[in-house]
């Protein structure tokens, strides 16, 4: 079993809204940056958002910047991924991880910094 479970996948219409949920089973998820992670058919992998341990950094891809919101709940253990306006463009399996980083105001872009993965949820928008 993945030491990151992501739930909230889905089918969408165009304009709809979608939360997406990262839960860690096996550690403390708040000592971690975590990073929401998509990946389309026929594509790498991408960063669409990820929050420093301290929850007070975040940072957002181009394509989302206004529509996503990422926060954490460490009273849960859980950080979210809030997602509006939804595009078709926004298909594809959204992926957690988590990083146990050196500079707790850090999150990175970089798929190798996370330590650990989840196995993905699906997200599809209807045109």
């Known amino acids: 079993q993945s030491p990151l479970v992501e739930s909230g996948g889905g089918l969408v219409q165009s304009g709809g809204s979608l939360r997406l949920s990262c839960a860690a089973s096996?550690?403390?998820?708040?000592?971690?940056?975590v990073g929401w992670f998509r990946q389309a058919p026929g594509k790498e992998r991408e960063l669409v958002s990820c929050?420093?341990?301290?929850?007070?950094?975040?940072n957002y891809s181009d394509s989302v910047k206004g529509r996503f919101t990422i926060s954490r709940d460490n009273v849960i253990n859980t950080v979210d991924l809030q997602m509006d306006s939804l595009k078709p463009e926004d298909t594809a399996v959204y992926y957690c991880?988590?990083?146990?980083?050196?500079?707790?105001?850090?999150?990175?872009?970089?798929?190798?910094?996370?330590?650990?993965w989840g196995q993905g949820t699906q997200v599809t928008v209807s045109s």
């Open positions: 929050i420093t341990s301290s929850g007070a950094g975040t």
């Open positions: 991880a988590a990083d146990l980083p050196f500079n707790v105001n850090k999150c990175y872009a970089e798929q190798k910094e996370y330590d650990f």
């Open positions: 096996e550690f403390t998820l708040k000592y971690y940056s």
